[in-house]
Structures are given as structure tokens and as C-alpha cells.
């Protein structure tokens, strides 16, 4: 029999194609960059028109002198809390009343998950569509279990504790 083969994961070739890639792109930067560096062209100046205050001609009329005045706008603030608040939500004296339910939002949106960028390779990779992963729900079926049985020891020994330090006592 001969030596088996092994399978190649797609996932590492499309990295190693691309990092071919990354370095042909890097080394033909590298040759441009000489190129523009070897091409120098003699840098002139021209003498001909004075870096002064320019003078006008007798049959043009002098430039208006530049306005020195400041320039005001009109800036509006970001979020301003009087406009989008609702006016049930602060008492007489301008505080802020106690919100209930957006406590409970605020908690509740802290303990979720976050929401996924893509949420079509998440469902890819959950179904298992790359060929050489294991699909998401083994990991998870996997995971849990190990929760229970770790679970299952820590309450063995808190138990056995328990009735150890009863006797005693």
C-alpha cells in the first residue's frame, strides 16, 4: 500500500495564493519605486515673475484688497438632549427620571451576542460548507457537554464537601 495522501485544506491554499500574491505585488512596488527613483528630471525656477507684491498695469484696475473681516457660521450642536429626549422623561426640576425599561434594554443588550458582519458565512460555517471544519453545532454539542460534565464533578465535590464537614459537626 502506499503512503496515504493527505487532503488539502482550501482555506490554507487561497492564504498561501494570496500571500504570493501580497509578495509579487510588494517586490513590483519595490522595482517601481527604484524606476521613479533612478528618473530625475532638473528641477527649474523661473526668474521671470518676482515672488513680490505684484504691481497693477494703468489700464487695469487695482485687485480689491482682501476682506479682513471674520466669517461667521452658524454651527449646530451634534445631539442636543432637550430636542431628542422626550419631555416625560425629566421631572419639574430637570432631572432625569428613573427609566425602567431602559434599564432593562441596556442589561439585556449587554448580555447578547453581537451581531455578526456577515451573517451568510455564519450560516456557511454552521452548516458545515467548509470542506476539512467541523460544522458549528458538533463545536457546540461538543462544548456543552463538556459544560455538563465539569458541572457534574464541581457538584460531586462541593457535595462530598458538604457531607464531610457535616459528620464533623
Known amino acids: 500500500m502506499g503512503p496515504a495522501k493527505k487532503k488539502n485544506d482550501p482555506l490554507s491554499d487561497r492564504s498561501r495564493a494570496l500571500t504570493d500574491q501580497i509578495a509579487a505585488l510588494e517586490t513590483e512596488i519595490k522595482k517601481l519605486d527604484t524606476q521613479l527613483q533612478r528618473v530625475s528630471t532638473p528641477k527649474f ?3 521671470a515673475i518676482p515672488h513680490g507684491a505684484t504691481i497693477a498695469r ?5 485687485p480689491p484688497p482682501p476682506v479682513q473681516e471674520p466669517v461667521f457660521e452658524e454651527i449646530k450642536a451634534l445631539s442636543d438632549t432637550e430636542e431628542t429626549a422626550a419631555p416625560d422623561q425629566f421631572n419639574e426640576l430637570g432631572v432625569r427620571k428613573y427609566d ?5 434594554n441596556r442589561v439585556r443588550n449587554h448580555f447578547r451576542r453581537p451581531t455578526t458582519n456577515n451573517p451568510r ?3 456557511y460555517l454552521a452548516a458545515g460548507g467548509v470542506h476539512g471544519l467541523r460544522p458549528m453545532r458538533y463545536e457546540k454539542r461538543v462544548a456543552r457537554n463538556r459544560f455538563i460534565f465539569f458541572a457534574i464533578i464541581l457538584f460531586v465535590i462541593l457535595f462530598g464537601t458538604i457531607c464531610v464537614f457535616m459528620r464533623s459537626h
Open 58 to 62: 494703468a489700464h487695469e484696475p487695482a
Open 45 to 47: 525656477r523661473s526668474t
Open 121 to 123: 458565512l455564519v450560516a
Open 100 to 104: 425602567l425599561p431602559a434599564l432593562f
